[in-house]
T-cell receptor, first 111, second 112 residues
Framework: DTAVSQTPKYLVTQMGNDKSIKCEQN?????MYWYKQDSKKFLKIMFSYNNKELIINETVPNRFSPKSPDKAHLNLHINSLELGDSAVYFC??????????FGDGTRLSIL | GENVEQHPSTLSVQEGDSAVIKCTYS??????FPWYKQELGKRPQLIID?????GEKKDQRIAVTLNKTAKHFSLHITETQPEDSAVYFCAALNSGYSTLTFGKGTMLLVSP
């Protein structure tokens, strides 16, 4: 049973396209996150979301938008993809400020 | 906001040696400090964490120390093994939120 699962694992697409990455957690956690890990391995928080509030890292372009249909899912939509968006995107979840559990990542490559 | 500095960026040791990775944080209200290990092509995995009401915590070959006054915390790995080779991240939990701020990572290479 994968605790935090995200799909797809790999995503290769053209510049200018719109794409989505899905994330689901079966841990019953109340908070979910999206992180971007660039080629230098730096992990940067993009969004934090629970059923009460969305916290956005102000450096994230508004082409990125999280959407949460329910407590167990937090999807990431990206519009007008750019070369600089190439990275590994990790979803994570936590409960009551406990340790965050990460998904296996989605490697996004922009051609 | 919180700022976490991590050193060194790379660390090479011989098998059996000890390895120490150090982090400093800026937000004195941060109260939770996890360490993650990320093997090549895999997800970050929690290996140990410490809360601000504790000065030291050990789990077999891994230990973490926290100095709240100086706002720094360290990861200590004893008797290193080749399978300890990975990138290690420290993090601090921002006060008032559940968002972690990560250090830039330390690539640890353990040579047999």
């Amino acid at each position: 049973d994968t605790a935090v699962s995200q799909t797809p694992k790999y995503l290769v697409t053209q510049m200018g396209n719109d794409k989505s990455i899905k994330c689901e957690q079966n841990l019953g956690h109340d908070t979910m996150y999206w992180y971007k890990q660039d080629s230098k391995k730096f992990l940067k928080i993009m969004f934090s979301y629970n059923n009460k509030e969305l916290i956005i890292n102000e450096t994230v372009p508004n082409r990125f938008s999280p959407k949460s249909p329910d407590k167990a899912h937090l999807n990431l939509h990206i519009n007008s993809l750019e070369l600089g968006d190439s990275a590994v995107y990790f979803c994570a979840s936590s409960q009551d400020r406990q340790p965050q559990h990460f998904g296996d990542g989605t490697r996004l490559s922009i051609l | 906001g919180e700022n976490v500095e991590q050193h060194p960026s790379t660390l090479s040791v011989q098998e059996g040696d000890s390895a120490v990775i150090k982090c400093t944080y800026s937000d004195s209200a941060s109260n939770y400090f996890p360490w993650y290990k990320q093997e090549l092509g895999k997800r970050p995995q929690l290996i140990i964490d410490i809360r601000s009401n504790v000065g030291e915590k050990k789990d077999q070959r891994i230990a973490v120390t926290l100095n709240k006054t100086a706002k720094h915390f360290s990861l200590h790995i004893t008797e290193t093994q080749p399978e300890d080779s990975a990138v290690y991240f420290c993090a601090a939990l921002n006060s008032g939120y559940s968002t972690l701020t990560f250090g830039k990572g330390t690539m640890l290479l353990v040579s047999p």
